[in-house]
DNA sequence: ATGCGTTATGTATTTAAAAGAATAACGCAA
DNA sequence: TTGCGTTATTCTTTTAAATACATAACGCAT
């Protein structure tokens, strides 16, 4: 490709759609490890510097797309409520993470039959 | 992850970068497949429904960023300008596209192992 | 019963990206 | 030398996305 001989390298970004929609992606699966640390989707969403509506509409549609959904919430009580991963969550970023893992071991292979 | 049953796919992007900064993606390929068809930047722009400033300067971030330029423009004359590949653009376009096929089939399997 | 911190949700405001409009320069052709 | 269709570039407008703001409901604890 005759490419300036520097720092040459391949990018990428995927996610797992189900009907086409979105379910997972790079940053929900941020939004889901953080939920597990604050065990709330307030503390999460300020974490990650985004409004707590988007964090939200966020776990909200995960929920939805999901057949079991991903993160269990409550109102009300001695903390104001708060929110915690379902096994259907922690299985979801395990898997996320094993196919991220395998997809970059690959990218890096095709790096060198690229340059 | 217990899924509902239903269409799981895994999409993805990808893209190249030089040293830190996007050089070539879906897109610009798409750009300058269409600049080969029509001879001309205004086009092709035309064609793939963007404005031709965005046209324009997605053609010049991709020539300063290569070591040599994708796109040979010209103005004036008969038909009142027009631009075409050089060989450096069309090598670029073949090798997207072969990396392209080999991510295609490593993700095609990696779905069989991720449901 | 009051306060606290969260979930939940509608509405308004801000921001960033893209598009659009306008104009100049170019060089051939009639 | 006038017209044509393109490249080249600045400035304005539109659009879409995210944020901010406001408020209610909840349920435990004091």
Do not use: C
């Not at 990428?12 to 086409?20: C, K, L, M, P, T």
């Not at 109102?75 to 196919?99: C, Q, S, V």
């Amino acid at each position: 490709m005759s490419l300036k001989s520097k720092d040459l390298s391949i990018k990428f970004r995927f996610w797992i759609n189900v009907d086409g929609e979105k379910l997972l992606g790079k940053g929900r699966v941020e939004m889901l490890e953080l939920i597990r640390k604050h065990g709330s989707i307030l503390k999460a969403s300020q974490e990650m510097k985004m409004s707590y509506r988007q964090a939200w509409q966020m776990v909200k549609e995960m929920n939805d797309r999901a057949e079991s959904p991903f993160v269990e919430k409550y109102m009300g009580g001695k903390n104001g409520g708060g929110a915690r991963l379902t096994i259907e969550g922690e299985d979801a970023i395990k898997k996320y993470h094993d196919l991220e893992k395998r997809i970059n071991y690959f990218i890096d292979e095709q790096l060198e039959s690229f340059k």
